[in-house]
Structure formats: C-alpha cells, structure tokens
C-alpha cells in the first residue's frame, strides 16, 4: 500500500507515493535523483548518506521516507546559493580536502551545519561536528584545515 | 611514441618549471565539493534494471552436495537463478584458482554458491533465502603455519592443474599454493660470525580496507551481445582481460566487453584485479537485454571482498657489536585465504624484499602462500609490505637495544643506500632514506626525553623505516592519447583510475609542463576501454612513474607535431622552436609568437591561402622495458623483478595511560623520497592519510572470528576505522627529493608507502614508554593494559 508524501527538497516540491517501508536515502537517491547523498553503509555508521532534515543533519539510510511527509530536505546539491558555491565549498577546492571525494557530500553538509549554528568553532569543535562522517582517504587534516579556515573567514 | 630523447633529464634542475613541483588544486575537486561527481551507483539505468542477491556459503569448509533453486524461482520477480553449475569457469590474475560461483567445495563463510536474479531488491533478498543447499561439512584451517604441514585438511586438490605466471612456485599435494625463495650470501656463516643472535617470531592479523564506497557494478548484455560493466575498479583493462578469459567459452571476447569505470570512492587495493565483478558479468549473460547490479552490502564488503592477509613471520637477525647487521634471516607463513590468484603475488614481493632496507651481505627469505579457510586474501595498500615491516622494524628496534645502540643510529648506520646489492642480486636505485632519517629524527626532537603532567601517563618514542617496489609483471605498460580543442584546450586519456590520489592532476600538470598549457584547460576523463588506451591497473604506486612517462610521451609527440608544422610554414629550425604561455616561440627571433589556439586544429595557413597541419594529437606508451621475472627459483638470483624502491622514515611522540593503556599521539612525522614531488600538496594528501590508515591498522582495527572461521564484526559499529576524533596532534609530513632518474621529471610512487611504517613504530614506542615489547598486532590499549597488568602481577 503505497502512501503519499510530499516533501521539499533542495527548495523544490516533491509529490510522491511510497511504500510504508521505503527508505528516505533511496527515495532521494532514485525517485528525486539527488545522488549526492551516497550509500555506505545502510545502518548510521558512515554519514555518508547524510542530508539536512529541517536545517539539522540526519543519516538518511536510518530514516523512512514516510517520516519526510511536509518536511524539508537538503542535499549537497542545495548548498550552493544562485548556483555559486558556499565559500566552505570553495574552501574544500582550495585545501585539497577530498581525494575519492566519496564522503565530501556529507561532510560539506556536516560542516554546513556546524559553521551555521557555531560560527567559531575550536579545531576540537570541528572534529566533533565530523565524527560521524567516516573519510578512509584523507586523515581527516586537510577537512578539519578548510573548515577551520572558512569560519575565520566569517570571522574576518 | 615512446620516450626516445628525454627532454628534461639533464635539464631538469637548471630549467625552472612552470607546473611540476607546484600545487595546483586538484582537476576534480569542484566535481567532488559540489556532488556532480558521479560514481557507479550514481547512474541511471531504466525500469529495466535488475538486482542481484548472493547466495552464500555458512560453512567454511564444506562440500556442496545439492543446490535447490526450485522454491526461489517461484518468486514472482524472480527473473533468474543461477548456480555454480551454469558457470563452470575458473578465473585468476595470477593463478586461475577461483571460480565465478562455487563448483563442487566452499572455501570460506561467504562465499558465493549461487545469485537471485529479480526485478528488485527486496525481492532478489527474500528470494535469496528459498535457495537450499544440502553441504558435507569438512574440517577446515585457519592458521598457516598448521595448515603449510601435511596433516592439514587439502583445500585444493586440484593446485597443480591451475594455469599460473611462471615466477609461483605451488607445491602439489599441499595447502602451499606458492614459496618464494630468496637467498644471498651465506645466513648461517653471517650467524655464525654475529656477535648478537636475537629470533623471535610475530604476528599480523587480516585487515579490511573499507573504502567508504562499497563495491558495485552494473552489467548489461545487450541483444546484438555486446557486454558493458559499469565497475567500482581499479582495473578496467585487467577486469576486461580476466573476464573475457574466464568467459570465453560464452563467446565473449575482449572486442565485445566494454568496462567503464567513473570515479571510484576509495580502492586501496581492494577494488583491484576482479573480485565480484566477475559475478556480475555472468550474471548480466544470464538475463540478456536487462542491465543487472550486485551491490554489496558493508557487511559484504568485509567478508567476500579481497581481505588484506594474515602473516605469522619468524625473524632471526646476526649483528657485530659495533651494529654492522650480518645475516637476515625472515621465514613467512601467509594466511592467504581461500583462493589466492591474486594474493599470491603479494607474498612473492614480500619474499623479496623482507630484508627491509638495509644493507645485508647475507639473506634468506622464505615466503609461503598458504591455503586457509578464510576469505581469499589480495592486495591493500602496502602490498605485503605492512605486514613484514611490523616484524622487521620491531625487530631492529630491538637489537640495538640490546646492543646499547641508539635505535636510529642503528638504522642509519645499516641503512640501504644507492648501488648497494638487493637481496635478489640487482642494485639499489638512487635513495634518500639517510635524509629521511635524519629529517625524521629531527621532526620529533629524537633523543630528548618527554614527560607528562600526568603521572599515570608516560611517553615513549618511536621510529621505524620502510621502503617498497612496485609489485608488477615485467610488461606491465601504460598508454595515452592526447588531442588539442579548437580553443587550445586539452583532452587527455588514460586508463589509470583517480582513486582519490590526485593522479589526474598529476598526469594534466605533466602534459602542461611538456605543452605550456595550464593543468585546468586540460581535461582528463574516467576510463572506458573502448574509448581509453591500455593501462595495466592502478595499483602499486606506479601510475605517476609508469603512466607518467606514458602521458609525457604522448605531449612530448604532440609537441614535435607542432614544431614540425610551424618550421614547415615558418621555416625555423625545429630545435630553436619552443612553448610558452600556450604559444610557439623561436629562441632565434624573440617577436615570433604563435598562439597554439590558433593552429592546433585548423592548422596553419600558407601565402597561397592553401593550410598546413589539422588536429593535433599526441600517443605515448610506456612498459618498463628492463624487468624480467625470471630467476631461480631456488634462490631468486638472475632476475630483475622490480623496477625501483621507494623509501622512507617515520617517527612518533606517543604518550599512554598506565592505567587504561589508552595511547595518544602527540606528534608524528613521516619522510618519503618522492624523487620529485609533482604536486607537493597531493604527495602531503598521501602521507597524511595513509599514515593515519597505517596508524588504524595498529591502534584501532581488529577482526574478530568466530571458531567456524565466520567474522564476527563486520561493521563500522565493531569494527573501528578512525574518525576525525581519532587523529594525531600533530602530523609532521616530509618531501625528500632524489629524483628517480627514468621517472616523469624525476617521480617515483608514494602512494602505499606511508601507511608502511606506522604499525612498528607504534610498537617500538610502547618499550621506549614502558619497557614492554608486543609482538602482535594490532597494538591496542587493551593489550597494552593487559602486557602491564601482566608484567606488575
Ligand atoms: S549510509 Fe547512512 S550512515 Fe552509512
Ligand atoms: S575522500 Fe575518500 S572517503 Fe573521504
């Protein structure tokens, strides 16, 4: 018996029916076709999957789609403004941040998050913020050295 | 073409460069930031696709003696089932050892015994269950030291029919699928005249690589029978060669397999060679006209992945007193897992190399392949390397303390150096380990004792060297093309894969060296074989030196095209021809400026209104022409089997709690010789990284197995990988640079090394803090506290 939602995401409308038990990630990923949420791990270990439920981040493989109804999505692909990248995103270019780049859509968002609600985070802050979103590539350091250097440039 | 004429060999150091040695920002990082990046499982394939579940095996030995797929074909939604019986094709990189579904035997809990093939997910999983198995349950093996004797269970009766590379040795009637002997000098006189005789033996478990991205690929036999895989690898051509082997008695040929990989998130060796691809190919023959995706599950991904193998390593090491190292002495049983077409060849580097890099007139090396009931080892990052270097480096910490030698002097004292004689006979290549040593001594204050203000904490520190070859068969090549656009812009295509390292960067900042074209007008695609040039694959570290000088190549051609056609229509001599800025300058008439875009595709027009030239384009390819494999198997004299070493050192300041054992890392540094850092940035991305990878693989990660050989932890929950919480204070990364002298501006590979020395470092900083020596890895807190609670009891 499918059920019909609607949420928004990245800003726009989305009028769908799903089945009680479909996942949200998959919903986004394969009905509205944001693939930048990616698939990990399917159980919350990874945040690779993560997306901003109502301006807070979730893991989307642990949510049900049906829990989305009248809620407000965003995606990587809705953190650019006017099709401009956020200074972070810009941020994570310059540092070299990612290398496979399969975890940056989370941590963007991730970041996103923790620069908006605390716009002068501690080195400490920033790995906190980030110790859900698992990164086999890089170490962390350049990650932790972009965000560090976007909130002094809100700073400044 | 291939390189002929080296254009910056003798000039590298005069002639200033424009784009190599600098750090532009990386050709894919917008894509990456901003989620246009598109990996396998990012593509759309149509209300056609269909989804594959694995059946797999509960047992780690066992004997299949009848599969029922009557109840799962019933499904509505099931499109297919299929078993071992419907692909009867063994496969292999370098032993066909392997089959696509398991035939008459399971090897490991795991493994694949037959797939649901249905119109969607959920139902290809339920469907999965209603496949019934009827098995003969076997004893099975899991250490490699029992299982290398003759009262062993056989895992492999059949070993001696396997077609195999001529440099393994399997050994018939047992569970040793391969033995690599190495022997130089005399051991037992070197003991024999050793003033400090210290054995002992030591342990490394099986690690997982876990890439953030699991293993995907998405297959379609179309109905004109043509086979596209869209494939999470590291290896389009390899998995094209493998597969079209494998499945030739299907009438597939290489023509009509077409592998397209787009960006890959994370390999680190596992997603090389042909692992579970292999399924998904045969599967895709099974339903023709529908694409099909195995998608495997984190859990998968632990499990029925290539595992990095375990090694149970004997170390007897003979020194005068005055530290000269006489006689090395490393016999390796490798827990190779179930099948070892790949693994194989990790032991065989391993048995040659497992005298570390040090100088060693007398060496004997023995490295066995063993058959176990475990999943199929394979290679991760390091290569064989990670494993023996953790005996090895304890080791030398150890003997001189003994000797009352400072340990770094020791090293520095017994260090390799160029032109010295490798265990195998050939001659060290050109080496910066003295340098890296020296930096990395200084980097962590050696020699000075560090304190704590806390008095259940202490401080210890270690340091650890580690060196290691590109692990390739002598004709493993590199190819590219290169094309000019209208605008001056550049197309390039490879088929090494960006696996997050930065290469596509660096083979566009090569080109923009040879071309005066800057790296961001120089667009370089994701492979797909029908379209890309052959590359061997993208492990080993060798894309940047080997690929590299192929890419180099290719503009080096590009290149004399261009001067050819301005000298024809200018009448400058070639050699006073050059580029700058994207344009042809002459250095006999400074006012000649000829911007590439203006010719490079419309080529040049003469006084009679008649044009000379058209498209530009460029070929290179590159095979390391001077290996060879073959050498006595008795000793491993007379070959040539690896192309070069890359070397380095690391060192760490690690506090611990007396109590807990908890270790903190105050301040690590590492040194590799990159010969020449093409992009410094992306070769500190390398250190950085791999270093806290290697750093996991002795703090954090640790497989836990159930007695029926089943893992027992196959999740991020159990099984820890760090987190940005878990990261050292300070991580000091070191660029040495003695350039490799048949490298693309000097380049050698970095990218395994770093991991390479963390795991003994961290053990030879646990005795420095508090006097205990572990000799198994992983070196956690928990074993820490018990070794101490032990040692006070
Ligand atoms: S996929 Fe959701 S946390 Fe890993
Ligand atoms: S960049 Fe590869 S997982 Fe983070």
């Known amino acids: ?156 | 073409m291939t390189i002929t004429r080296r254009p910056f060999e003798t000039d590298t150091d005069e002639r200033e460069l424009t784009f190599v040695g600098k750090s532009p920002t990386r050709i894919d990082g917008l894509e990456k930031v901003s989620g246009a990046a598109r990996y396998v499982d990012d593509f759309d394939f149509g209300p056609d696709l269909l989804f594959a579940e694995i059946v797999e095996a509960p047992h780690a030995h066992a004997l299949i003696k009848r599969i029922d797929t009557a109840r799962a074909e019933a499904v509505p939604g099931v499109v297919k089932v299929v078993t071992g019986a419907d692909f009867p094709f063994g496969f292999g990189l370098y032993m066909k050892d392997r089959f696509v579904f398991a035939q008459d035997r399971v090897r490991f809990v795991g493994e694949q015994v037959a797939a649901v093939v249905a119109r969607d997910e959920g139902i290809a999983k339920r469907a999965a269950k209603l496949v019934e198995v009827e098995y003969e349950v076997l004893p099975p093996v899991f250490d490699p030291v029992f299982a290398a004797t003759e009262e062993a269970p056989l895992l492999h009766p059949d070993l001696a029919d396997y077609p195999h590379v001529p440099w393994f040795f399997p050994h018939e009637g047992t569970n040793i699928a391969h033995w690599r002997k190495t022997r130089k000098g005399d051991v037992e006189e070197g003991f024999a005249e050793a003033d400090l005789v210290l054995e002992d033996t030591y342990e490394v478990p099986r690690y997982a690589h876990c890439a953030i991205e699991p293993h995907v690929v998405v297959s379609l036999y179309d109905r004109a029978g043509r086979l596209t895989m869209w494939s999470a690898s590291q290896s389009p051509y390899t998995q094209r060669h493998v597969i079209a082997e494998a499945l030739a008695p299907l009438g597939l040929t290489h023509q009509q397999i077409r592998v397209i990989t787009p960006y890959v998130g994370g390999g680190f060796g596992g997603k090389a060679g042909v692992s579970m691809e292999i399924m998904g190919a045969a599967l895709a023959t099974a339903v023709q006209g529908h694409p099909v995706k195995l998608r495997f599950t984190r859990e998968q991904e632990f499990y029925n992945t290539y595992q990095r193998q375990g090694l149970k390593a004997r170390i007897k090491v003979g020194v005068k007193n005055d530290g000269t190292i006489l006689a090395v002495e490393h016999t390796m049983h490798w827990d190779a897992g179930a099948y070892v077409e790949y693994g194989a060849n990790v032991v065989n580097a391993a048995g040659l190399s497992a005298s570390g890099p040090y100088r060693v007139p007398n060496i004997k090396i023995d490295a066995l392949c063993v058959y176990t009931n475990l999943p199929p080892g394979g290679p991760y990052r390091g290569f064989g390397y990670s494993e023996f270097n953790f005996g090895l480096e304890s080791h030398m910490d150890r003997i001189a303390r003994r000797l009352g030698m400072d340990p770094v002097a020791f090293r520095r004292k017994n260090a390799i150096v160029e032109g010295d004689t490798l265990a195998y006979g050939e001659k060290m290549n050109p080496s910066g380990l003295l340098e890296c040593i020296d930096k990395v001594a200084a980097a962590i204050d050696w020699g000075t004792k560090e304190t704590s203000d806390d008095p259940h904490k202490v401080v210890g520190k270690g340091f650890a060297l580690m060196w290691k070859a590109p692990a390739m068969p002598p004709n493993a090549s590199s190819s590219s093309f290169l094309k000019f656009n209208e605008d001056g812009s550049i197309n390039v295509t490879v088929s090494g894969m960006e696996l997050g390292q930065g290469y596509l960067t660096v083979m566009a900042q090569i080109v923009a060296e040879v071309l005066s074209v800057p790296p961001e007008k120089i667009r370089i695609e994701t492979p797909d074989t029908d379209r890309n040039p052959y590359e061997w694959q993208t492990v080993a570290s060798h894309v940047t030196w080997g690929c590299g000088q192929a890419v180099e190549a290719a503009a080096v051609e590009a290149r004399e095209k261009i001067f050819e056609v301005v000298h024809r229509v200018h009448g400058y001599e070639e050699d006073s021809l050059f580029l700058r800025n994207e344009a042809v300058r002459c250095a006999t008439d400074p006012d000649f400026e000829l911007p590439l875009r203006d010719f490079v595709i419309a080529g040049l027009e003469t006084d009679d209104g008649s044009y000379r030239g058209g498209p530009i384009v460029g070929s290179g390819m590159f095979m390391p022409e001077f290996t060879s494999a073959k050498s006595d198997p008795e000793t491993s004299q007379g070959g040539h089997p690896n192309v070069h070493y890359t070397v380095g050192a690391a060192g760490v300041v690690l506090e611990i709690d007396r109590q807990t054992g908890k270790m903190h890392i105050r301040k690590t540094a590492l040194a590799v010789d990159a010969g020449k850092a093409i992009n410094p940035d992306l070769v500190i991305g390398q250190i950085v990284g791999g270093l806290v990878q290697g750093l996991a693989t002795v703090l954090y990660e640790d497989m836990r197995w159930g007695e029926d050989g089943r893992l027992l932890n196959p999740t991020f929950t159990d099984y820890k990988i760090p987190t940005s919480l878990d990261i050292p204070d300070e991580i000091i990364p070191i660029i040495v640079e003695v350039p490799q002298p048949d490298g693309p501006f000097g380049a050698r590979g970095v990218g395994e090394h770093t991991m390479i020395p963390a795991a003994p470092m961290i053990a030879n900083a646990v005795e420095d803090a508090l006097g205990i020596r572990i000799t198994s890895m992983p070196v956690t807190a928990e074993k820490v506290a018990l070794s101490l609670w032990e040692g006070e009891a």
């Open chain 1, 1 to 156: 018996m499918k059920l019909p939602i609607t949420m928004i995401v990245n800003g726009e409308t989305w009028p769908l029916d799903v089945e009680p038990n479909e996942v949200l990630l998959d919903v986004i990923r394969n009905r509205v076709g944001a693939k930048g949420a990616k698939i990990g791990c399917e159980r919350g270990d990874c945040g690779t999957c993560t997306v901003l439920f109502d301006g807070r981040s979730i893991r989307s493989c642990l949510m049900l789609a049906v829990e989305a109804d009248g809620h407000e999505i965003i995606t990587v692909e809705g953190i650019p403004e006017n099709g401009v990248l956020s200074n972070l995103q810009d941020l994570f270019i310059s540092h070299n941040s990612f290398q496979c780049g399969f975890c940056a859509p989370g941590i963007v968002l991730g970041a996103h998050e923790l620069l908006r609600d605390n716009p002068n985070p501690s080195r400490h802050d920033v790995q906190h913020a980030l110790a859900g979103n698992l990164c086999r590539c890089t170490g962390y350091e350049p990650i932790l050295d972009a965000v560090m250097a976007a909130a002094e440039e809100a700073r400044s």
